[in-house]
């Protein structure tokens, strides 16, 4: 969690949009101020998860790359012959 002291942070909008989401703010009880708090909170939280995910999804790359060559795993062939014959077994039986 990001702790410092306050600054601030000018943001340029269009004046519908702006009044719009200070209305929903007000409405809300919240200050603007509150509401663009949460939502670059919330933007930072997403891009740390992709980041996240995407370092998951290459460390399993890497594996399976690492488990083919050491001639362990099921050759890309043969998973799509399997999944050919899973899909018509599939379409036979509706």
Same mark, same amino acid.
């Given at each position: /969690? ?19 989401? /200070? ?45 083919? =060559? ?21 379409? =036979?039986?509706?």
């Amino acid at each position: /969690m990001l702790v410092s002291e306050e600054t601030k942070f000018t943001l340029t909008l269009n004046a519908q949009l702006r009044d719009a989401f /200070m209305a929903e703010a007000t409405a809300e009880g919240l200050t603007t101020s509150q509401v663009a708090e949460a939502l670059i909170r919330q933007y930072l939280a997403q891009r740390q998860q992709s980041r996240d995910d995407e370092a998951l999804f290459q460390e399993v790359v890497e594996e399976g790359i690492a488990s083919m =060559r050491a001639g362990i795993g099921i050759p890309n062939e043969q998973v799509e012959a399997e999944s050919a014959a899973w899909c018509a077994a599939i379409l =036979r039986q509706t």
